[in-house]
């Protein structure tokens, strides 16, 4: 089964509002990255956090991780149509193994 | 300024037909990574090579080989294709060594293989 599951599926927002996805994880981690993927391309990392971290900034991307409900949420403010893509979560660690892909939301910013 | 770069981009194959994807990287990464995207599935690993000279069995490894040529290069066999193998594969590569799941992971822009 898989490790991390992001929620929604898919998300439709217009441009200039906030775009936040959700990931849910079952076992304890080290860190959780989140990527993007364009349509026809390869994976892009955006940002990791790490267990002992609870907000990381990145540019328009706000990441926050709650280990205790074992959850990660993505926040993009002010979203452009060039934000359209899939987002993944991904979680790690030395108990995992490996990293770990969910699923993916798949994000459409309209003009 | 290449990163990882997979060749070709898209392939048609028959069933039963072999082919190798070829994986290149130019950051001096240590861990290479091939995966599969289906849709609905996520990413699933196949192989991966944790330094130059060692390869491991990632969760779907049937009906695939491996080798990691030198430190740059990580290759994909299809021996017989199957239907099933019709996918987009990825090869990533990481810095660090072991499957070190705490370290950003670098893709390629993927292979399209349809096998008929």
């Known amino acids: 089964s898989q490790q991390g599951e992001e929620d929604p599926q898919a998300l439709s927002i217009q441009e200039g509002e906030n775009a936040t996805m959700n990931c849910s994880y079952k076992?304890?981690?080290?860190?959780l990255q989140w990527y993007r993927q364009n349509s026809g391309r390869g994976l892009v990392h955006l940002i990791l956090i790490r267990s002992n971290e609870r907000e990381k900034h990145s540019g328009r991307l706000r990441v926050t991780l709650d280990t205790s409900k074992k959850s990660s949420s993505l926040l993009i403010t002010a979203s452009r149509a060039a934000d359209t893509a899939s987002y993944f979560c991904a979680t790690g660690g030395s108990t995992l193994g490996r990293l770990y892909f969910g699923r993916g939301t798949q994000l459409t910013v309209w003009p | 300024n290449a990163g990882v770069t997979q060749t070709p981009k898209f392939q048609v194959l028959k069933t039963g037909q072999s082919m190798t994807l070829q994986c290149a990287q130019d950051m001096n990464h240590n861990s290479m990574y091939w995966y599969r995207q289906d849709p609905g599935m996520g990413l699933r690993l196949i192989y991966y090579?944790?330094?130059?000279?060692?390869?491991d069995k990632g969760e779907v490894p049937n009906g695939y080989n491996v080798s990691r040529l030198n430190k740059r290069e990580f290759s994909l066999r299809l021996e017989s294709a199957a239907p099933s193998q019709t996918s987009v594969y990825f090869c990533?590569?990481?810095?660090?060594?072991?499957?070190?799941?705490?370290?950003?992971?670098?893709f390629g822009d993927g292979t399209r293989l349809s096998i008929l």
């Open positions: 990533a590569s990481t810095s660090g060594s072991g499957l070190n799941s705490n370290q950003p992971q670098h």
């Open positions: 090579s944790a330094s130059e000279g060692t390869t």
């Open positions: 076992t304890s981690i080290n860190n």
